[in-house]
């Protein structure tokens, strides 16, 4: 009886032991980006956003980098806020082939105005959208 009942505890704890193993997942943090979630990709190497607004002109930029050659894309949109909603008052596009490319581009702009700028990235496959307020 003792041997049967310690078979059936074992059982139970093997049961439980392999029910409470979960996937765990992680996400880094930059702290020099105002805890920035990095994302972790196969083909895309870094990415980077500007926007600076001074007196009426926004100035737009976005860098991407590829772990290997690929075709690059970089689509920015700068949009204004108008009654609690953005839209793109701005196009910038461009396409490359390569390990690296940039685009940049200005618009004259309402000072007393919201605007942000919405980056969509692409390398290969993968595509990432950035926020730059």
């Known amino acids: ?6 078979k ?14 979960g996937t765990v997942a ?13 994302y972790r990709f196969d083909v895309i190497g870094s990415t980077a956003t500007s926007l600076t607004i001074s007196g009426i002109t926004a100035e737009c930029s976005a860098q991407i980098t ?6 690059l894309k970089i689509k920015m949109e700068l949009q204004k ?11 910038w596009n461009k396409t490359a082939t390569g390990v690296a490319t940039s ?14 700028l919405k980056v969509t990235y692409t390398a290969g496959s993968e595509t990432y959208i950035k926020y730059k307020y």
């Open 1 to 6: 009886m003792k041997k049967y009942s310690f």
């Open 8 to 21: 059936i505890l074992s059982v139970i704890m093997a049961l439980l032991m392999a029910l409470s193993i």
């Open 26 to 38: 992680f996400a880094e943090t930059d702290d020099s980006s105002d805890n920035e979630i990095i």
């Open 66 to 71: 590829a772990k290997y050659s690929t075709t």
């Open 81 to 91: 806020l108008s009654s609690g909603s953005y839209s793109t008052v701005k196009t």
């Open 103 to 116: 685009l940049a581009g200005s618009k004259i702009i309402n000072p007393l105005s919201t605007y942000r």
